[in-house]
Nanobody, 127 residues
Framework: VQLQESGPGLVKPSQTLSLTCTVS??????????WSWIRQSPGKGLEWMGA???????YYNPSLKSRTSISRDTSKNQFTLQLSSVTPEDTAMYYC????????????????????WGQGTQVIVSS
């Protein structure tokens, strides 16, 4: 399976960041798989943000839940991330990934140690 992130590389503070992950070589409705958004910044390391299951259930990192929304378009085999009220602290490399589990413990502290990942997209929050 291949994953590819897309979206703007520059977002202004207080705006909403929107990213899309396009999946090929597999379906986002395949049983037992979870489709996650993960980010990495120099200050915070690797941070799992949230996931959507094959059946459409959504899970969020509690620390980001109030600002995060994950959805999907099964007709396009895509899932999306929206992060509202961004600040410069949201500057990071954003990845989409998939595996048979999800969460901060599953993905750990090293990018791409488990599962399949996209190449990542750099997002800078700046005015």
């Amino acid at each position: 399976v291949q994953l590819q992130e897309s979206g703007p590389g520059l977002v202004k503070p207080s705006q909403t960041l929107s990213l899309t992950c396009t999946v090929s070589g597999g379906s986002i409705t395949t049983n037992s798989y979870y489709w996650s958004w993960i980010r990495q910044s120099p200050g915070k390391g690797l941070e799992w943000m949230g996931a959507i299951s094959a059946s459409g259930s959504i899970y969020y990192n509690p620390s980001l839940k109030s600002r995060t929304s994950i959805s999907r378009d099964t007709s396009k085999n895509q899932f999306t991330l929206q992060l509202s009220s961004v600040t410069p602290e949201d500057t990071a490399m954003y990845y989409c990934a998939t595996d048979k589990s999800f969460g901060s413990r599953w993905y750990g502290s090293r990018p791409k140690a488990v599962g399949s990942w996209g190449q990542g997209t750099q997002v800078i929050v700046s005015s």
